[in-house]
């Protein structure tokens, strides 16, 4: 498989909670290496989306494959990064973002050496041995970040993760989630409400209807990096997207 | 009534001359022993149970209305039954103090993986962890802080059972001093068994807060 073939293939994706049809007949593909935003009004069931691409919960119908085969959390390596901190309170820093491949159980030295490394990426590197309930709201998501980056991924799947913080925490961590991806190669999925969010992470969005959810429209996103929320182009893509989005 | 002097002196006094069989060194010796082997089993069994309880529903239903029924019943009130299943020897004094103790661990290991917060596991999960690997690497280290204020309570429960336990026809032990010191009208003897009940207890638990404060650094570093 050469760069920029298909490593998530979504068919006929279906959810509902009883009577309820949140999930209608979803299919599309993620390219390797696309950094995709998938936008939608509030309560459209963007996390039920997310939930069910990874078998969190039972879907009625449908499948997502990934690397042409049916998705398996331990064969193939996807990495979920939640709205809440998911950091593990009893181990320290350099521990929680090793945690991951502890899990995969790899060699120590192998551990060691991810770790560092990542560990400088995110900027932790003096904080090694600090424990979560010693550390900062972005810290926490950075070491949950890192943890993830850290099992190097084949997919990335974000849910909100930047929704609790305030604005310039916001803007700090998604320029370093932009450094991340363009260093790693990483291919991600990221879940947001936030449409200039989706515009400045992204170089594809799917916007998702009100329930029960289709895709109302995907896009390209070509905007040169690093980008300028104030250009008229970005301003631009932001409207056409609010608009789609519209539902009232 | 014995004056605080009076009770003073006969402690040190008996530190050094025996009462009954032994010091009061042996006799807190005794009754530390029975407490120690009655605590152990009360928090490896308890644990254990508490754990199972939290994790599996099936555990629960079938261990949860038993438990709750027996659980409001006092170590003392145990003591007829146990003369009767156990005798009067030391397999029937660690009982007691086994009741004693063996509740207080249950239910602070089943809330410690009640609790235990979904995204965590759904983390781990996630990341590729098998049932094993979640339980062993996210369900019992979180719920460890529960687990530990759970031996907490049990100890202090288990040591105050001491008494109940040398009711069962006992010749040493600080609950043996009380006892003959009740039927003797000896209120010095009595203070004389209560006050090492009290002190030991407190060290007991100053023991316990200190090992948890060593384990369980990390839920304890900002406070």
Same mark, same amino acid.
């Given at each position: 498989?050469?760069?920029?073939?298909?490593?998530?293939?979504?068919?006929?994706l279906?959810?509902?909670?009883?009577?309820l049809?949140?999930?209608?007949?979803?299919?599309?593909?993620?390219? *390797?290496?696309?950094f995709?935003?998938?936008?939608?009004?509030?309560g459209?069931?963007?996390?039920?989306?997310?939930?069910?691409?990874?078998?969190?919960?039972?879907?009625?119908r449908?499948?997502m494959?990934?690397?042409?085969?049916?998705?398996n959390l331990?064969?193939? $390596?996807?990495?979920?990064?939640?709205?809440?901190?998911? %950091?593990?309170?009893?181990?320290?820093?350099?521990?929680?973002?090793?945690?991951?491949?502890? #899990?995969?159980?790899?060699p120590?030295e192998?551990?060691?050496?991810?770790?560092d490394?990542?560990?400088?990426?995110?900027?932790?590197?003096?904080?090694?041995?600090?424990?979560?309930n010693?550390?900062?709201?972005?810290?926490?998501? /950075?070491?949950v970040?890192? *943890?993830?980056?850290?099992?190097?991924?084949?997919?990335?799947?974000m849910?909100?993760?930047?929704g609790?913080?305030?604005?310039q925490?916001?803007?700090?961590?998604?320029?370093?989630?932009? $450094?991340?991806?363009?260093?790693?190669? %990483?291919?991600?999925?990221?879940?947001?409400?936030n449409?200039?969010?989706?515009v400045?992470?992204? $170089?594809r #969005?799917?916007?998702?209807?009100?329930?029960?959810? %289709?895709?109302? *429209?995907?896009?390209? $996103?070509?905007?040169? /990096?690093?980008?300028? #929320?104030?250009s008229?182009?970005?301003i631009?893509? /932001?409207?056409?997207? %609010?608009?789609?989005?519209?539902?009232? | 009534?014995?004056?605080?002097e009076?009770?003073?002196? !006969?402690?040190?006094k008996y530190?050094?001359?025996?009462?009954?069989?032994?010091?009061?060194f042996?006799?807190i010796?005794a009754?530390?022993?029975r407490?120690?082997?009655?605590y152990?089993?009360?928090s490896?069994?308890?644990?254990?149970?508490?754990?199972?309880m939290?994790?599996?529903?099936?555990?629960?239903?079938?261990?949860? =209305?038993? &438990?709750n029924?027996?659980?409001p019943? =006092?170590?003392?009130?145990?003591?007829?039954?146990?003369?009767?299943?156990?005798?009067?020897g030391e397999?029937?004094?660690? +009982?007691?103090?086994?009741?004693?103790? +063996?509740a207080?661990?249950?239910?602070?290991?089943?809330?410690g993986?009640?609790t235990?917060?979904?995204v965590?596991?759904?983390? @781990?999960q996630?990341?590729?962890?098998?049932?094993?690997?979640? &339980?062993?690497?996210?369900?019992?280290?979180s719920? &460890? =802080?529960?687990?530990f204020?759970?031996?907490?309570?049990?100890?202090?429960?288990?040591?105050?059972?001491?008494?109940?336990?040398?009711?069962?026809?006992?010749?040493?032990?600080?609950?043996? !001093?009380?006892?003959t010191?009740?039927?003797?009208?000896?209120t @010095?003897?009595?203070?004389?068994?209560?006050? =090492?009940?009290?002190?030991v207890? +407190?060290?007991?638990v100053?023991?316990?807060?200190?090992?948890?404060?060593k384990?369980?650094?990390?839920n304890?570093?900002?406070r």
């Amino acid at each position: 498989m050469t760069p920029g073939d298909n490593i998530v293939e979504v068919r006929n994706l279906t959810k509902s909670f009883g009577d309820l049809l949140v999930l209608n007949d979803i299919s599309f593909d993620v390219k *390797r290496g696309d950094f995709l935003c998938i936008v939608g009004p509030t309560g459209c069931g963007k996390t039920t989306f997310l939930n069910s691409l990874t078998k969190l919960y039972d879907i009625d119908r449908g499948e997502m494959l990934v690397n042409g085969e049916s998705i398996n959390l331990k064969k193939h $390596n996807v990495a979920y990064i939640f709205q809440e901190y998911s %950091t593990m309170q009893w181990l320290d820093v350099e521990q929680n973002i090793g945690f991951g491949l502890k #899990i995969k159980k790899r060699p120590k030295e192998e551990i060691q050496e991810k770790v560092d490394k990542v560990i400088k990426l995110v900027g932790l590197e003096k904080y090694r041995h600090y424990y979560p309930n010693q550390l900062s709201v972005s810290m926490l998501q /950075r070491v949950v970040i890192a *943890r993830a980056f850290a099992t190097e991924p084949a997919l990335l799947l974000m849910d909100e993760p930047y929704g609790h913080l305030d604005l310039q925490l916001k803007y700090k961590l998604e320029d370093e989630l932009i $450094n991340l991806w363009e260093k790693t190669g %990483t291919t991600v999925i990221f879940i947001t409400h936030n449409i200039e969010e989706a515009v400045y992470l992204s $170089n594809r #969005i799917i916007v998702l209807t009100n329930k029960p959810t %289709t895709i109302k *429209r995907e896009m390209l $996103n070509g905007l040169p /990096r690093p980008r300028d #929320i104030a250009s008229p182009d970005f301003i631009a893509l /932001r409207d056409q997207v %609010t608009e789609l989005i519209k539902w009232w | 009534m014995a004056g605080p002097e009076e009770v003073f002196a !006969l402690i040190c006094k008996y530190f050094i001359e025996p009462v009954g069989r032994t010091t009061l060194f042996g006799h807190i010796g005794a009754s530390l022993g029975r407490v120690l082997i009655g605590y152990s089993i009360a928090s490896l069994a308890g644990v254990t149970l508490g754990l199972a309880m939290g994790y599996s529903k099936t555990v629960r239903a079938i261990a949860a =209305p038993l &438990f709750n029924i027996v659980r409001p019943i =006092p170590a003392v009130a145990w003591i007829p039954m146990t003369i009767l299943w156990l005798g009067i020897g030391e397999a029937a004094k660690i +009982f007691i103090i086994f009741i004693g103790g +063996f509740a207080n661990t249950v239910i602070n290991s089943m809330s410690g993986v009640r609790t235990v917060d979904p995204v965590l596991i759904g983390a @781990a999960q996630l990341l590729g962890a098998s049932k094993w690997q979640t &339980f062993r690497r996210v369900i019992l280290p979180s719920s &460890f =802080p529960y687990v530990f204020a759970g031996l907490q309570i049990s100890l202090s429960g288990s040591w105050m059972s001491v008494l109940a336990a040398e009711m069962v026809s006992s010749h040493e032990g600080v609950g043996w !001093l009380i006892i003959t010191g009740m039927n003797n009208a000896n209120t @010095a003897q009595i203070m004389a068994g209560m006050i =090492p009940i009290g002190v030991v207890g +407190f060290i007991l638990v100053s023991l316990m807060r200190w090992i948890e404060k060593k384990l369980c650094a990390w839920n304890d570093r900002s406070r």
